[in-house]
């Protein structure tokens, strides 16, 4: 019987670096779900003040905004999603280990391969907020008619 509780406690040791891929997983769907509500949050903004003023045409920015938020709210959610995923993915690679040590079976096959589709929707997840975030520092460019008529020049740096 302590050669059972040995094989136990050694699983669990392995099973430890999973767990804190875990709580990594956890605080980027933390920031993502942060990201998501400010989204949200200035979609209904400026929802309700093209209600309240006149047609949308009168405000092609706004229309254009309403556009790239609805683009960052379409990434997040593809991150948020991808990385749900991944932590459902190392769920079950501790799942698999203790399966397999209590049934006496080599699941190592399975756990590396589901090792790398967690790696691989990781990746994925990370680009798309990657991505997220290039759609964002687009929406925060500065109109260039108001640079000229200010007089300032574009630069790329300072």
Do not use: Y
Request: proline fraction near 2%; aromatic fraction near 6%.
């Amino acid at each position: 019987m302590n050669g059972m509780a040995d094989d136990i406690a050694h699983i669990i040791q392995l099973a430890v670096a999973p767990v804190f891929l875990i709580a990594g997983i956890g605080a980027l769907l933390n920031v993502l779900t942060n990201r998501l509500g400010r989204v949200v949050d200035r979609t209904r903004a400026l929802e309700v003040e093209l209600s309240i003023e006149q047609p949308l045409e009168t405000h092609p920015r706004w229309a254009k905004e309403l556009v790239l938020l609805d683009r960052r709210m379409a990434w997040i959610n593809k991150a948020i999603t991808l990385s749900t995923l991944a932590m459902l993915l190392v769920c079950l690679v501790i799942v698999t280990l203790f399966t397999g040590q209590l049934m006496s079976f080599d699941l190592s096959v399975l756990i590396s391969v589901l090792f790398i589709l967690t790696m691989a929707a990781m990746i994925a997840a990370l680009g798309s907020f990657l991505w997220e975030i290039h759609v964002a520092a687009a929406m925060l460019r500065v109109r260039t008619d108001l640079l000229e008529r200010m007089q300032v020049k574009r630069s790329r740096f300072f």
